[in-house]
């Protein structure tokens, strides 16, 4: 395994950003620490490919956790960029930008009528459980175990121990009275999710869930699972929050929760429709949307909320996404789908499985399928963390954790087939040897 030594620009920035950074990092799982090793550190990317300091060339299979779909550098979206910067970066003032995009994500999302933009997709769940909480005058919030919704105090909740609707922080300086107003059911289970609405009758406001789950890896929805929780919750008298961070325009043009069975109040974006600057939404029903101020009571602000450059880049972005991109993306992550599955059965691999929507997908070292957070966990993560190191000596970019979502982009296309090949022979030998 590189252990640095191989890329000494890279260490030697490391070990200065750790004098300044916390851990060197600004947001921990580039960190390494779930995988082991030194972070590589990015100078540049073009297309499909990363360039690190020492000089070095991956194939990203991260892409920016999803927000770079068009590759890196996408010459619209430069030029797009480009353009809104020479005329200023931020005015705090309205500018055209904002309902230019609002426009596109309201034609593309039919759950969709209203649309306030913030910077972040954390921002845009906690704003949207803020909304949900107005509207219905009740207080908890059901999440779903391993979903991810950004790092607000109240969604950094797990299930505890002990009896099935006790929730914990999941992580320290949050306190418990606040997740104490959050419930964590399992995911893709209708029925435990049933039982917990009615344990707590009149006093759900909304439930958050990722139509596809894709931060506990990729966990794809059970049929039903979907149109049964959005159904329960309706009669329950809660909203419904789709987080499409990753999911919104990545899967398709617009929101896949349709297409998957779920019935949305209220949606949240980012990543895709930033494309690669921080921009996150939430949008739904007027109806819900416009208890936010100015219109309504519900306080929500950002100084840099709906920035012009931001604004500009996420244009551009979707007004390249065509139905042409969704089938290249397709194509071409079924066809490293099969080139991973060769290779895992030519190493020998017994426990493998790689669950994969679209353009997402994970490899999962266990026998699948994974439905839920506990199946995810079953995933070997020293096998992943070889993997990893393999795949990233031989030229390819992974997550560096084994429970997230890797992502191609229209700028990845057969020709990278053989890098990927060549590299998933050797990750999948280490993967193989070594003791786990
Ligand atoms: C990334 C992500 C978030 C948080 O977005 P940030 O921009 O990192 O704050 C929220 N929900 C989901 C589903 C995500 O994948």
């Known amino acids: 395994m590189t252990r640095g030594t191989a890329r000494p620009v890279s260490a030697r920035a490391f070990r200065r950003a750790r004098r300044t950074l916390v851990g060197g990092v600004d947001s921990p799982v580039r960190s390494f620490r779930a995988v082991g090793g030194d972070p590589v550190f990015m100078r540049a990317g073009r297309g499909a490919y990363l360039t690190d300091v020492d000089g070095r060339r991956y194939l990203d299979l991260v892409h920016s956790w999803g927000a770079t779909i068009l590759g890196h550098a996408p010459r619209p979206v430069?030029?797009?960029?480009?353009?809104?910067?020479?005329?200023?970066?931020?005015?705090?003032?309205?500018?055209?930008?904002?309902?230019?995009?609002?426009?596109?994500?309201?034609?593309?999302?039919?759950?969709?009528?209203?649309?306030?933009?913030?910077?972040?997709?954390?921002?845009?769940?906690?704003?949207?459980?803020?909304?949900?909480?107005?509207?219905?005058?009740?207080?908890?919030?059901?999440?779903?175990?391993?979903?991810?919704?950004?790092?607000?105090?109240?969604?950094?909740?797990?299930?505890?121990?002990?009896?099935?609707?006790?929730?914990?922080?999941?992580?320290?300086?949050?306190?418990?009275?606040?997740?104490?107003?959050?419930?964590?059911?399992?995911?893709?289970?209708?029925?435990?999710?049933?039982?917990?609405?009615?344990?707590?009758?009149?006093?759900?406001?909304?439930?958050?869930?990722?139509?596809?789950?894709?931060?506990?890896?990729?966990?794809?929805?059970?049929?039903?699972?979907?149109?049964?929780?959005?159904?329960?919750?309706?009669?329950?008298?809660?909203?419904?929050?789709?987080?499409?961070?990753?999911?919104?325009?990545?899967?398709?043009?617009?929101?896949?929760?349709?297409?998957?069975?779920?019935?949305?109040?209220?949606?949240?974006?980012?990543?895709?429709?930033?494309?690669?600057?921080?921009?996150?939404?939430?949008?739904g029903r007027a109806r819900w949307m416009d208890l936010l101020a100015p219109e309504g009571p519900v306080y929500q602000a950002g100084t840099l909320a709906g920035n012009p450059v931001a604004m500009a880049a996420g244009a551009a972005t979707l007004d390249a996404l065509t139905p042409t991109s969704y089938r290249q993306l397709e194509r071409t992550a079924a066809s490293f789908e099969r080139v991973l599955a060769e290779e895992a059965e030519r190493a020998g691999i017994e426990r493998y499985c790689l669950q994969r929507v679209g353009s997402m997908s994970t490899v999962f070292f266990c026998a699948g399928p994974v439905v839920d957070f506990a199946g995810a966990q079953r995933s070997d993560r020293k096998r992943y963390a070889r993997f990893f190191h393999a795949m990233l000596d031989h030229g390819v970019y992974l997550p560096p954790s084994p429970l997230e979502s890797s992502f191609?982009?229209?700028?990845?296309?057969?020709?990278?087939?053989?890098?990927?090949?060549?590299?998933?022979?050797?990750?999948?030998?280490?993967?193989?040897?070594g003791s786990s």
């Open 78 to 283: 430069v030029r797009a960029v480009e353009a809104a910067v020479k005329r200023g970066l931020t005015y705090g003032t309205p500018t055209v930008g904002e309902h230019e995009l609002g426009e596109r994500i309201v034609r593309a999302c039919p759950s969709i009528e209203r649309v306030r933009f913030v910077s972040s997709g954390t921002e845009a769940v906690m704003t949207a459980v803020r909304v949900a909480r107005a509207a219905t005058g009740r207080s908890k919030v059901i999440k779903f175990e391993g979903g991810y919704h950004g790092h607000s105090d109240g969604l950094l909740a797990k299930a505890g121990s002990g009896a099935a609707t006790h929730t914990v922080p999941d992580s320290a300086g949050v306190p418990a009275a606040i997740v104490g107003e959050t419930l964590v059911a399992p995911y893709n289970d209708v029925e435990a999710f049933r039982a917990l609405l009615d344990e707590h009758a009149d006093e759900v406001a909304v439930v958050v869930v990722e139509p596809v789950a894709g931060n506990m890896g990729v966990v794809p929805p059970v049929p039903g699972f979907l149109p049964g929780l959005s159904q329960a919750a309706h009669e329950a008298g809660a909203l419904v929050v789709m987080d499409e961070v990753i999911t919104g325009f990545r899967l398709r043009r617009g929101t896949s929760h349709e297409t998957l069975g779920g019935n949305a109040d209220l949606v949240t974006l980012g990543k895709v429709i930033g494309g690669g600057l921080p921009v996150g939404a939430i949008g």
């Open 408 to 433: 191609v982009s229209t700028a990845t296309g057969p020709r990278d087939v053989p890098t990927l090949r060549r590299a998933a022979r050797a990750g999948f030998a280490a993967a193989q040897g």
